[in-house]
């Protein structure tokens, strides 16, 4: 069984530039979450993907974007880079819809740094 | 709107001694509560969650409605239970279910 795994591992953009974070899926898994952790914050819910759908989106702005694609493995784009969006970006995979019965597996994460 | 605090950032003790990490919540339904482990170095994990009422490495939290909370505990914790944790509240919001997590807990056992 092949856990969730994200790239790239650290990532150094400028402020409006364009980032695009991948994420791979547990072996199984048909659903994503995507979270933004700051330093000292716990994750935050940005949005899901259930079977290539928007399933949930968090108190994020539009330019926050994603997509899922038929192998269930997703991406997160993120436009206009500001500098509050420096964080750790976690990707999480789960079963059906990521219900509370559903447990999500996390990703490594990846270390984005906005100057 | 759901919130989860965690009022302690920092709980530092040793080794076989007591432990209680902190979680409070608010939500209007009825909320799915769950707690989060990070070891150093390895990625976010589900330690326990309150549908299962189980125990997991010696923690059980319990559910108290009327006190909002779900605290973690451990009657005798060990080096090897430092980690952070963060409880989260699993809810509804807008019609599709969301897990909100608090600002952590990290937990130092010396011994």
């Known amino acids: 069984e092949t856990g969730v795994t994200q790239s790239p591992t650290h990532l150094i953009k400028t402020r409006g530039q364009q980032v695009t974070l991948r994420c791979s899926s547990q072996?199984?898994?048909?659903?994503v979450s995507w979270y933004q952790q700051a330093l000292g914050q716990g994750p935050q819910f940005i949005f899901q993907?259930?079977?290539?759908?928007?399933?949930g989106r968090g108190n994020f702005p539009p330019r926050f974007s994603g997509l899922q694609f038929p192998n269930y493995s997703s991406e997160l784009n993120v436009n206009a880079l500001e500098l509050d969006d420096s964080a750790l970006y976690l990707c999480?995979?789960?079963?059906?819809?990521?219900?509370?019965?559903?447990?999500?597996?996390f990703g490594p994460g990846t270390r984005l740094t906005v100057l | 709107a759901q919130r989860v605090t965690q009022p302690e950032k920092l709980l530092s003790v040793f080794k076989g001694a007591p432990v209680e990490l902190k979680c409070n919540y608010s939500?209007?339904?009825?909320?799915?509560l769950f707690w989060y482990v990070q070891y150093s170095r390895q990625r976010l994990q589900l330690l326990l969650r309150?549908?299962s009422r189980e125990s997991i490495k010696g923690f059980t939290a319990d559910l108290n409605k009327g006190e909002t909370s779900f605290h973690l505990k451990k009657p005798f914790a060990q080096e090897e239970d430092s980690a952070m944790y963060y409880c989260?509240?699993?809810?509804?919001?807008?019609?599709?279910?969301?897990?909100?997590f608090g600002k952590g807990t990290m937990l130092l056992v010396s011994p």
């Open positions: 072996s199984g898994h048909n659903t």
């Open positions: 999480a995979s789960s079963l059906g819809g990521g219900g509370p019965n559903n447990e999500q597996f």
């Open positions: 993907y259930y079977r290539e759908e928007e399933n």
């Open positions: 989260a509240l699993s809810g509804l919001v807008s019609g599709y279910s969301t897990l909100t």
């Open positions: 939500y209007s339904g009825s909320p799915e």
């Open positions: 309150h549908i």
